[in-house]
């Protein structure tokens, strides 16, 4: 697969079936999203279109991205980290009082729309700084990046 991924030519020309390996990955993920699916639809006890904001896809694409892409470990890594980022920033509204009361220029609250939008924000603001210093991710081999050739 990774031939495949980085030169289609070379594998079909050391004899790979690349149409049949692309099928089988296909059906794979399909299997796999599909399963997705249906434990996400589970666990909300219904599927309509309102939960599949594009904040859905960019905080998984977001989790992807910081533990490497094409690395089982590094997803898990990057859920984890993604996770504990969100639990940490839970609690801003406390945080902001407490700054208030040492630097008075800080509001002492923000409503929850402008402390949503910070907290997405920031999660970008670590993303493209981990694009600049590392660009394959946490856990992502850097011989498998093939944007710098």
Do not use: C
């Not at 434990?39 to 309102?50: K, N």
């Not at 992807?64 to 801003?92: E, M, S």
Request: overall charge positive; aromatic content about 10%.
């Amino acid at each position: 697969m990774k031939s495949i991924r980085e030169d289609e030519e070379v594998a079909k020309a050391l004899g790979k079936n690349v149409f049949w390996y692309k099928l089988q990955s296909l059906m794979l993920g399909g299997f796999i999203a599909g399963i997705a699916g249906s434990l996400f639809a589970w666990q909300l006890t219904t599927v309509y279109p309102d939960n599949f904001q594009p904040l859905l896809t960019f905080n998984a694409w977001t989790i992807v991205v910081l533990g490497g892409a094409g690395n089982n470990v590094g997803t898990i890594l990057g859920a984890v980290i993604f996770w504990a980022y969100f639990t940490l920033t839970r609690d801003l509204q406390k945080l902001l009082a407490k700054l208030h009361v040492l630097i008075p220029v800080i509001p002492p609250t923000v409503d929850e729309a402008r402390l949503a939008a910070f907290r997405i924000m920031l999660i970008g603001l670590i993303l493209i700084v981990l694009m600049m210093a590392r660009p394959q991710g946490i856990l992502g081999k850097k011989e498998e990046l093939t944007l710098g050739r």
